[in-house]
């Protein structure tokens, strides 16, 4: 009597539906999932069309994408586009969000490979992909450069820091506070930072720098945010993400205190529901595109000699007096 689905779901303890998303390589699913329904296949003997192509060394015809999270508006918006294109090209999508951590993203890393998707785009974080990642496996980098053998796509993180900084200071304000939504050394924070400061210095403004850390909760961000900005010492705070300035804002605004304060991103949903919110907007769509296009290039010419960088320009909305 042959195996069926269910009796693989049964075995993992999983749905009939996991079972089946795994065997498609479709939406997100966590790595424990994966990993029972794959010892439950392995177990049973089973082998559906999908897995058999995969054992034949056919493609996959599946892309998996590491993501810090899809929380943030700029990484839903980023993983929508980015799906729409690989499901042009016939191409399925899995998704694996890493919330930075460093061991996620490698054991992501590594479960995507075993599982043979035909390529990554990742934006992940980890000095992991530093190591081991090469070009003899297909992977595009978003945001940071894993090794010169790896195109990476972004904007101009350097000059967005910059023009929204010239902006800020176009207002005359004395006293700025620059508040990261993680850890500073992250890129591309470091290089937003390095901009802002620049043009701050430039002009004598007072300036104070701070981070969040991105693992924190939204109770314990309020906590530390509120901390922060308490004493009113401030003109304008300046944040390296939108999720971030949105989290400031909602803050001062409990304490009827209206420093001018930016973001970071300028995502879709950020400019249809917080108009008003002075950011540097980053071209999304393009990005994602380019990624895309990168690593099917990648895939069916793998010694095509690809360009490590690729930056995209950016730009600012128009700076109100208050945000």
Known sequence: MSVTIRDVAREAGVSVATVSRVINSKGYLSPAAITKVQLAMEKLNYQPNAAARRLQGKSSATIG??????????????????????????????LCTSKNNSEKEEEYFKLLKSNQVDGIITGSHSDFLIEHGNASYPIVSFDRQISKEIPTVKSDNLAGGRAIAGKVVERGVKNVLILSGSKEDFYPINDRVTGMMAVFNQAGV??????????????????????????????????????TAILVKTCADTMNYHPLISGYDGSTFIRTFFPELPTVQQPIKEMAELMVELLIERIKSPKTRLNSDYTFPVKTNRVHKKA
């Not at 700029?74 to 499901?87: A, P, Q, R, T, V």
């Not at 924190?216 to 509120?226: C, H």
């Open 65 to 94: 994408v590491i993501l810090p999270s899809i929380d943030n508006p700029l990484y839903s918006e980023l993983f929508e586009h980015i799906e729409d294109e690989l499901s042009g090209r016939h191409y399925q999508t899995l």
């Open 206 to 243: 007072d300036v104070t720098t701070s981070s969040l850390e991105f693992e924190s909760s939204i109770a314990l961000k309020k906590l530390l945010v509120g901390q922060l900005i308490v004493s009113r010492d401030y003109d304008a705070i300046c944040c390296t993400d939108d999720v």
